[in-house]
């Protein structure tokens, strides 16, 4: 119930395309939903984070979608450029920052000039 | 920004050795601090959370022995590898969080550790 479940594992799209990456999720008690960019020898850096009031949020280039319902969530990479070639965390915690966040497994993004 | 500082950025040393890393906020009071292990193309895998002033909780599985976490002061909390053997090398990555506030955790960046 603890697991937050992420795909694709790898992801090669084209410059000018949109990379789209899925997360779901169990626990209920879930209500905060943020995505991590990490580069290589880097941590992970907040890119977006959403709560479950909304459906949607967009940040720029970056937008989460998220269906309460089904307990998933995704994020869109709009017009994605060869500098978000990075690994993608998705992530679950309650809505506190004392609480532990529970992560996914990765997607290793890689976008082609 | 919150800014968490990660010290060192890479360490080698001998088998044997203790090392220390260092996790600092900058311009913020972490009033808890999390310390994740990252194997190569994997996640972060939680090993132990840590408030400021009490004993750290530690993951199923993690020595709190071999990992010492020490959480000070509001913004600094330390971990050290004592007995460092080849199977600890990893990516070592701290977080830290405002507590009971909607602010995100933000993350250092990282302490490669490679033991020789």
């Known amino acids: 119930q603890q697991q937050v479940k992420q795909s694709p594992q790898s992801l090669i799209v084209q410059k000018g395309g949109i990379p789209i990456i899925n997360c779901a999720y169990e626990?209920?008690?879930?209500?905060?939903f943020p995505w991590y960019q990490q580069f290589p020898g880097k941590g992970p850096a907040l890119l977006i984070a959403i709560r479950p009031d909304v459906s949607e949020k967009k940040e720029g280039r970056f937008t989460i979608s998220f269906n309460k319902s089904a307990k998933q969530f995704s994020l869109h990479i709009m017009d994605s450029q060869p500098g978000d070639s990075a690994t993608y965390f998705c992530?679950?915690?309650?809505?506190?920052?004392?609480?532990?966040?529970?992560f996914g497994e990765g997607t290793q993004l890689t976008v082609n000039p | 920004g919150a800014v968490v500082s990660q010290h060192p950025s890479r360490v080698i040393c001998k088998s044997g050795t203790s090392v220390k890393i260092e996790c600092r906020s900058l311009?913020?009071?972490?009033?808890?601090m999390f310390w994740y292990r990252q194997f190569p193309k994997k996640s972060l895998m939680l090993m132990a959370t840590?408030?400021?002033?009490?004993?750290?909780?530690?993951e199923q599985g993690v020595e709190k022995d071999k990992f010492l976490i020490n959480h000070a002061s509001l913004t600094l909390s330390t971990l050290t590898v004592t007995s460092a053997h080849p199977e600890d090398s990893s990516f070592y990555i701290c977080s830290a969080g405002r507590g009971q506030t909607n602010q995100p955790q933000h993350f250092g960046d990282g302490t490669r550790l490679s033991i020789l």
């Open positions: 992530a679950a915690s309650p809505w506190t920052s004392g609480s532990r966040l529970t």
């Open positions: 311009d913020f009071q972490a009033t808890t």
């Open positions: 626990n209920t008690a879930f209500d905060y």
């Open positions: 840590s408030n400021e002033g009490s004993k750290a909780t530690y």
